[in-house]
Nanobody, 125 residues
Framework: QLQLVESGGGLVQAGGSLRLSCAAT????????MGWFRQAPGKEREFVAT????????KYADSVKGRFTISRDSAKNSVYLQMNSLKPEDTAIYYC??????????????????WGQGTQVTVSS
């Protein structure tokens, strides 16, 4: 069982940066791949980034590639999303998610068993 709590969202101007954090409680954090998803108003939730259990593999949505970086710190049971060069279209609620036990880094929402409550990111033009 994992509980996930996101933080770090807020209001930023276009071109700015934010760093989202996701703190996990539970003994299996190091055994699960982690991901970030987002949902903009009136749109479906979409994949943003994922990182494997060992942090050896990462994947990104094309829309954020080169601007966002996902990382994890197993000592702190945390995963992070560094977001640079933010654009108004990045405005959304950002969700942290934990994949099923021993699953690889996945872009599919259905591969994630645990979700945080979300943190709002608003990018003004």
């Amino acid at each position: 069982q994992l509980q996930l709590v996101e933080s770090g969202g807020g209001l930023v101007q276009a071109g700015g940066s934010l760093r989202l954090s996701c703190a996990a409680t539970g003994r299996t954090f190091s055994s699960v791949a982690m991901g970030w998803f987002r949902q903009a108003p009136g749109k479906e939730r979409e994949f943003v980034a994922t990182i494997s259990r060992s942090a050896g593999s990462t994947k990104y949505a094309d829309s954020v590639k080169g601007r966002f970086t996902i990382s994890r710190d197993s000592a702190k049971n945390s995963v992070y999303l560094q977001m640079n060069s933010l654009k108004p279209e990045d405005t959304a609620i950002y969700y942290c998610a934990a994949a099923g036990l021993f699953r690889g880094a996945s872009t599919m929402m259905t591969d994630y068993d645990y979700w945080g409550q979300g943190t709002q990111v608003t990018v003004s033009s």
